[in-house]
Nanobody, 124 residues
């Protein structure tokens, strides 16, 4: 199926870390780039990070230097390690395949099989 499941979020304080997990349908990661996206309350969904089929990692300026994306093809999973968290990182985090590598950090407009997401709340 085309269902994805995110997990690993929680409530943390400024400066702490969390690692998110995204489980995908088998072998999707061998054909598509996989992106992590987030949506804060009252705001539009935005890209955070992505990883290509060739394991090239991309990050937004906000995530660069703090977050690390990785992939475990044997488990059909993509992870996002988030360090030095800030209150602005508070959002529901989602993952999804991206068909065009050049648009890896862009929210896929044609993707309708979003998972439930996992909430990350950062407080000071």
């Amino acid at each position: 199926q085309l269902q994805v499941v995110e997990s690993g979020g929680g409530s943390v304080q400024v400066g702490e870390s969390v690692t998110l997990s995204c489980v995908l349908p088998p072998f999707v990661e061998t054909s598509y780039s996989i992106g992590w996206f987030r949506q804060a309350r009252g705001k539009e969904r935005e890209g955070v990070s992505c990883i290509t089929v060739d394991d090239v990692a991309l990050y937004t300026e906000s995530a660069k230097g703090r977050f690390t994306i990785s992939k475990d093809s044997a488990k059909h999973a993509v992870y996002l390690e988030m360090n030095h968290l800030k209150p602005d990182d508070t959002a529901n985090y989602y993952c999804a395949p991206v068909p065009v590598q050049a648009q890896c950090l862009q929210v896929p407009k044609d993707w309708t099989w979003w998972g439930p997401g996992t909430q990350v709340t950062v407080s000071s």
